[in-house]
């Protein structure tokens, strides 16, 4: 089931990426121009959440599947080095929310330089050399505002989806007895938004506290949770 919802993923990212620069208009008044925008900015972050799972062993059964479509989905996702983000995020379940972690920021909660930090340590040379290579490449094919308007803004914004969702209101501070030991939150649902803000990766406290459940069983981990939470 790991590795059929990936594919439906990366296809569903590359098919529309395809689709809105063939058929998408370049419009500032045309609804549907903003649309396919947000809607592959939403892809996006699914390219990353697949990524993120196949670093947990969570796609396949193998190592070598999961390391096949964590690069896949890391590449497409902006050019980003799958081992770069494997390694951060090991050492994030290790030392959450502190100054070991890599995707923390303790010496300031502002969104914006938190945000900026975060990217500054996954990015490298090689990424802008190969996003550099491929718009290049790109551009015989398409016009240069459909490049930007499709390819480029949406991972944008997916970055501060997956920051503003993934990372920063589960793990800013203040820091209470309710976070522990992950020093993480959860988002309180439904689930139809937590699916929608981020593909469940808002339950962030059950992902920390078990982290060998996929993203798309981690609302059955949160019911679970609630439940336990109740009875006590």
Request: proline share 5%; net charge positive.
């Amino acid at each position: 089931m790991g590795i059929f919802i990936a594919i439906i993923v990366v296809l569903s990212w590359l098919a529309h990426l395809l689709y809105s620069l063939l058929e998408v208009p370049v419009s500032a008044t045309s609804f549907w121009m903003y649309f396919h925008i947000l809607l592959q900015a939403y892809l996006y972050t699914g390219l990353f959440i697949t990524g993120h799972d196949a670093i947990h062993g969570l796609v396949g059964k193998s190592r070598e599947i999961n390391t096949l479509f964590g690069w896949i989905s890391s590449v497409l996702f902006a050019g980003l080095s799958y081992n770069r983000l494997r390694k951060n995020h090991y050492l994030h379940h290790q030392f959450p929310a502190t100054d070991k972690d890599p995707d923390y920021y303790s010496q300031s909660q502002n969104f914006f330089l938190w945000w900026f930090i975060f990217l500054r340590r996954y990015a490298t040379v090689w990424q802008f050399l190969f996003m550099a290579a491929m718009f290049n490449i790109l551009r015989f094919w398409f016009e240069l505002d459909q490049l930007v308007l499709f390819w480029i803004v949406p991972a944008v914004i997916a970055t501060f989806q997956l920051f503003f969702v993934g990372t920063y209101l589960p793990h800013r501070k203040p820091h209470v007895e309710t976070m522990a030991p992950h020093k993480a939150r959860s988002q309180p649902g439904p689930h139809w938004w937590a699916m929608l803000s981020c593909y469940f990766f808002g339950y962030h406290w059950e992902h920390h506290e078990v982290p060998r459940v996929p993203w798309w069983q981690l609302y059955r981990e949160k019911d679970r949770t609630k439940e336990e939470r109740s009875v006590q």
